[in-house]
């Protein structure tokens, strides 16, 4: 499923020691939220600790920090669960135009029945912002908020199609072009040239590149302040070469939509 691998790179953990410039309770407080957030939402004291490494005590300790600030509650059966404070930040942390994309995301879901992505860079790595994800029972989907690296996926090629090359070298040389299929491009050359061919033709394909079996096209969106991108995403028996060419069509339009916000919004902060 295009988007839905985990996040690149292996995490210091959290019993470990921290990296430089970095403070160790802030990052043992991160895992533990994010160890909740792979749970479901919620999860007992015990289950917490074993996922991050950490001793029972020192993630309770951590735990009745995190639950005075709101950002975990404690439910009646005394496991923790994510508090409403992190709402607030969710809110704040997704880029501007992420709203604005929800309908014409619906819009692309409604005409072709898969999945439809909004995407921004976030640094090196693919930041999915917005989703309306598929009716179907086989649908490609991804959590909001995931992050990915570029190579392997149809928003990610998309955006780096649009920037200079040697900025793209440089991406990869600091990320690497790790294979998570047979059909992932691991070669910088033939990625290069895959770029270039995107480029040519106003959109990127990810052709199971991330996922076996799924296909992703996609459009970058030109005009937000930093690189964006828009896809829809399937099963590769559904999204066939006869539809490619209409679903190009209906991200042009959607990525110019968004393009047109986005001078909209500039021109009333002007005002």
């Avoid at 880029?95 to 029945?113: G, I, K, N, V, Y």
């Avoid at 070669?187 to 996922?211: H, K, M, N, V």
């Avoid at 991108?229 to 099963?235: D, F, Q």
């Amino acid at each position: 499923m295009e988007g839905t691998a985990a996040n690149p790179g292996p995490r210091t953990p959290a019993t470990g020691a921290a990296p430089a410039g970095t403070v160790q309770s802030v990052a043992r407080a991160f895992s533990l939220l994010e160890a909740l957030s792979a749970s479901g939402g919620e999860a007992s004291l015990a289950s917490i600790a074993g996922r991050t490494g950490l001793a029972v005590p020192t993630a309770h300790r951590l735990l009745g920090t995190l639950h005075h600030l709101g950002y975990v509650r404690q439910l009646e059966d005394r496991r923790y669960a994510l508090g409403a404070s992190l709402i607030s930040l969710g809110r704040h942390a997704v880029p501007p135009l992420a709203d604005a994309a929800q309908p014409l995301l619906r819009r692309l879901e409604d005409r072709f029945h898969e999945t439809a992505n909004f995407a921004v860079l976030d640094g090196d790595l693919v930041l999915y912002a917005g989703q309306v994800a598929s009716r179907q029972r086989m649908r490609m989907f991804t959590e909001i908020g995931r992050r990915v690296l570029p190579h392997s996926t149809g928003v990610g090629k998309a955006m780096l199609s649009t920037m200079p090359e040697r900025q793209v070298r440089a991406l990869i040389t600091r990320t690497g072009l790790p294979r998570f299929t047979p059909q992932t491009i691991t070669d910088e050359e033939a990625f290069i040239t895959d770029l270039r061919r995107a480029r040519g033709r106003g959109f990127a394909a990810d052709d199971s590149e991330q996922e076996v079996g799924v296909r992703c096209i996609a459009v970058s969106v030109q005009g937000l302040g930093q690189p964006a991108a828009v896809s829809v995403s399937g099963p590769a028996a559904r999204i066939t070469d006869a539809t490619v060419v209409e679903v190009v069509r209906a991200l042009r339009e959607a990525a110019a939509e968004l393009t047109e916000l986005a001078a909209e919004r500039v021109g009333a902060d002007k005002v």
